[in-house]
């Protein structure tokens, strides 16, 4: 019986700057642990430079069609690359199977890639366990408007050979699991719900004075904290706006937005000069993760103002807020109560600023509160480690081999 383990991702960059880049990586390296012989598989162009080979994964060539994106904006690059990769990720496979040496599961990240290797199992043989992040069917625009028909066929299909054609699916969330046992994708016993994960190297209780030392920020002021690589999608804009209440009541408090790519952070930057409030916003750009480990500490109140995604929402953001011990201020989803309920965070309702700001400015003039909720966040954060996650997937492995 085969004991190894081929991890499939498709991370579009490879030097880390990206939350699934992260999780990826953060995984396999303690699946290589909990599972020795563990091997990753990810694309590379050319000879990109890889943090994933301190993994000794193997890098199969990327395709790179969606490049090409850069000259006819069209989301179907995407689509067709990732095929591509899988055509060929397919005959090494086989190759592989034909010389003995194949793989027992194939555990799979990315949803075009888990189809085609769920459709193409009589070649390579192996079991397909899926890590479900998004159904592609839930957001047609994402491959345009043409041609229309057939993204109304293949996006669907995608889904369903994924979800079903796989030996487990692994859901980062229980919502999820309810939704697809409720509509008879698949039976609730054949998904395991693995919440994402934080590295306990990089985010512990840190003194908030000491954090602030390091980085050269007031030591005597309320800081509210957002941690991001990128800003896309996830409302900043609605936290700026949110953060003048807090401004009005208490000039010096500083709002800290750690990442964003240099045009993000422009357009907040733009936002917080025409609300008045340019002086109380300061931001990082993208910077490691030891550096914005260290602005997570500094901070008194860490907020996640949306997410991504709704019923698959497991942002590695809110297992890194916990972990530092600090209070967590964000939207109010199924997935997110899943994972921290009111002794640690405060809940607003989604889109509303208002809200949002009154949570903040209420926090601020509550210190005991804020230790208090800190408190209980660490706590609750122990049991969402990277090994912790790992021993969880090794389970759901075994038991398809």
Known sequence: ??????????????????????????????????????????????????????????????????????????????????????????????????????????????????????????VHGAQLVYEVHDLESAHPSKASRWPRGFWARFLPWIDRRALRGSCQVVSLTEAFRQWAAKRNIRAADEIAVIPDAYDPELYYPVDAAEARRDLGLPENVYIVGYSGLTFAYRRLDLLVEAFRCVASEDPAALLVLVGGRPDEVKALREQARELGIERNVVTTGQITQVEAG????????????DTVTGLTASPLK????????????????????????????????????A????ALAALRRDPERREGMGRAAAEEAGQYTYRARARKIAQVVEDCL
Not at 294 to 305: G, H, M, N, R, T
């Open 1 to 122: 019986m085969p004991a190894n383990l081929l991890y499939v991702a498709y991370p579009m960059r490879l030097d880390l700057t990206a939350a699934n880049a992260i999780q990826t990586y953060s995984t396999v390296r303690e699946l290589q642990e909990v599972m020795p012989g563990t091997l990753l598989v990810v694309p590379r162009w050319l000879r990109e430079r890889s943090a994933f080979a301190q993994l000794g994964a193997l890098h199969l060539p990327r395709p790179a069609v969606n490049k090409l994106s850069r000259f006819v904006p069209w989301a179907g690059w995407s689509y067709i690359e990732r095929t591509v990769y899988s055509a060929m990720l397919v005959l090494w496979l086989a190759a592989r199977r034909l010389l003995g040496r194949g793989f027992g599961v194939l555990y799979v990240r990315d949803a075009v890639c888990a189809a085609w290797l769920a459709a193409s199992r009589p």
């Open 355 to 358: 809200e949002l700001g009154v």
């Open 294 to 305: 260290k602005y997570v500490s500094a901070s008194d109140v860490l907020v996640i103002p």
């Open 318 to 353: 809110l297992f890194e807020y916990m972990a530092a011990g600090r209070p967590v201020v964000c939207k109010d989803m199924p997935a997110l109560r899943e994972i921290v309920d009111e002794r640690a965070a405060v809940f607003f309702r989604p889109g509303d600023a």
